[in-house]
């Protein structure tokens, strides 16, 4: 969520100078900006699937380990 966030602001942060009419803002600075939104809205995207995989290896690892003591409480050590 807090990535989300940060992404959310950084957009903004680029954005709000096109949008408030401040700054002379060409064709070109927008397909560039859309560009930067897309990569950043790709790479979040690719950052949620590692963590999705890095939640289910860990899930295998604790219940692994949730086993093991289970047997080694059984073994009698």
Not at 11 to 27: E, L, Y
Not at 30 to 44: E, N, Y
């Amino acid at each position: 969520m807090a990535l989300k966030r940060l992404t959310f602001l950084a957009a903004m942060a680029v954005a709000c100078p096109i949008f408030s009419g401040q700054s002379q803002t060409t064709d070109e600075d927008r397909q560039q900006l859309i560009t930067l939104i897309k990569d950043v809205s790709t790479q979040q995207t690719q950052l949620a699937a590692n963590q999705a995989k890095i939640d289910e290896k860990m899930a295998t690892l604790a219940e692994a380990i949730r086993q093991a003591r289970i047997y080694a409480s059984r073994g009698g050590r």
